[in-house]
C-alpha cells in the first residue's frame, strides 16, 4: 500500500521528468520492470488514490481492489465519489461493472452477424440443405426489420469459413451461460463462447429439428445390466437430484467439496472391484479434481496421471 502512496505523490510531482521518463506509465514499465498490465492498475489506482485517499484505505482494509479501482475511478467525481465508493465496498470487479452500468449505461450495440469477405457465398447446414450466403456487403441476419447495409469496408476480415456474431443479452442469460460453463468445463476447459453456444444449439437442434430428432436417440450401450460399467439415464439423474448438481467428496472436518462445475459421475466401490453401476447408492458426482484423487488412493499413481 505504501507503494501506491508513493506513486501518488511520485505522479503529483512529475518526478519521473526528472529522471528522464516521459510518464509514470513509463517509468514503471521501464525502471520498476511491471509488466503494462501491472502498470495500468497502479497508475490507476495512484491517481484515484491522490483525489479520493478513501480509496487507499478501502484497499488496505480489503475493501475494494485495484481491478475494482480501474472500472469505477473514470466515474468518480467530488460529488459522488463518497457514495459509489460505498455502494462498491466488498464487491468483485464483476459486480464493479453491473454498478458503472446503472450509473453510466452504454448504448448497446446494433445485433449483427459478419461474414468473412473470405467466406464461400454457399453455406451448408448440417442436413445437407444449401442456403445461400448474404453478400458481404449487408448483415448475414434476416430477421432484422429494416436490413442495413454496409460497405465491404466495415466487415471484419476473418479466416475463411468464420463469422463475426455481436448480440446484447440480459443477465438472466449471463447466468445461464456461466452455468452452461459450469457444467461443461470437463469438456471445454477454456469455456469459450464458440464452444458452448455450439453445444447448447446443438442440443436444441436434436430436440427440436424434425431431421435430426430420430437420429439423437441413441440406444443403450450392449451389455446394459447389473454388470455392464455403462450408467443408465435414470441412475444419472436420481444421483444428479440427490447430490444436487455438486460434488460430494467429504472433507476432513466434515462437509464437502460442493464444486459445480466439471461434475463426473463416479462409482463409490469401483466398477473394477465388482461396483455395480444400476444402484444410484453406488454411484456419486465428484469433480474432476476428487475423482482422479480417489483413482490415485484406490488404484495408485499411475492410474491417476493415465485418466
Known amino acids: 500500500m505504501a507503494l501506491l502512496a508513493h506513486l501518488a505523490e511520485f505522479d503529483e510531482r512529475k518526478l519521473y521528468a526528472e529522471l528522464m521518463y516521459p510518464s509514470l506509465f ?16 497502479r497508475v490507476y489506482t495512484a491517481r484515484a488514490v491522490r ?6 484505505q478501502m484497499i488496505e482494509k480489503t475493501e475494494l481492489t485495484m481491478a475494482g479501482v480501474m472500472i469505477l475511478a473514470p466515474h468518480l467525481t467530488p460529488e ?14 464483476r459486480d464493479i461493472e453491473g454498478l458503472v452500468a446503472l450509473i453510466a449505461p452504454r448504448r448497446e450495440v446494433r445485433e449483427c452477424i459478419r461474414l468473412s469477405a473470405a467466406t464461400p457465398a454457399i453455406i451448408r447446414a448440417d442436413n445437407g440443405s444449401a442456403s445461400e450466403a448474404p453478400s458481404p456487403d449487408e448483415p448475414a441476419h434476416t430477421r432484422a426489420p429494416a436490413p442495413h447495409r454496409e460497405s465491404r469496408q466495415d466487415i471484419d476480415l476473418f479466416a475463411p469459413g468464420r463469422a463475426h456474431f455481436g448480440f446484447n443479452a440480459s443477465t438472466t442469460f449471463l447466468a445461464k451461460y456461466e452455468r452452461a460453463r459450469e457444467i461443461l468445463r470437463h469438456k471445454y476447459p477454456s469455456g469459450t463462447l464458440e464452444e458452448i453456444m455450439t453445444e447448447a444449439l446443438e442440443a436444441l437442434l436434436d430436440e427440436k429439428d424434425p431431421d435430426r430428432r430420430q437420429s439423437s436417440r441413441k440406444p443403450a450401450p450392449p451389455g446394459t445390466g447389473p454388470s455392464a460399467r455403462w450408467i443408465p439415464r435414470a441412475v444419472k439423474d436420481e444421483v444428479w437430484a440427490r447430490d444436487k448438481g455438486r460434488c460430494v467428496f467429504p472433507g476432513p472436518a466434515g462437509g ?8 463426473e459421475f463416479d462409482h463409490v466401490k469401483p466398477f473394477a472391484l465388482g461396483g455395480r453401476s444400476d444402484d444410484p447408492t453406488n454411484i456419486r458426482l465428484l469433480c474432476r479434481a476428487h475423482n482422479q484423487l480417489t483413482a490415485r488412493r484406490v488404484f495408485g499413481e499411475h492410474s491417476a496421471r493415465n485418466a
Open 51 to 56: 483525489k479520493y485517499p478513501i480509496v487507499l
Open 80 to 93: 459522488n465519489h463518497a457514495d459509489l465508493l460505498s455502494r462498491a465496498r466488498g464487491m468483485s470487479s
Open 26 to 41: 513509463a517509468y514503471c514499465v521501464r525502471e520498476l520492470r511491471y509488466s503494462e498490465q501491472a502498470t495500468a492498475k
Open 256 to 263: 464437502f467439496c460442493g464444486e459445480r462445475g466439471g461434475l
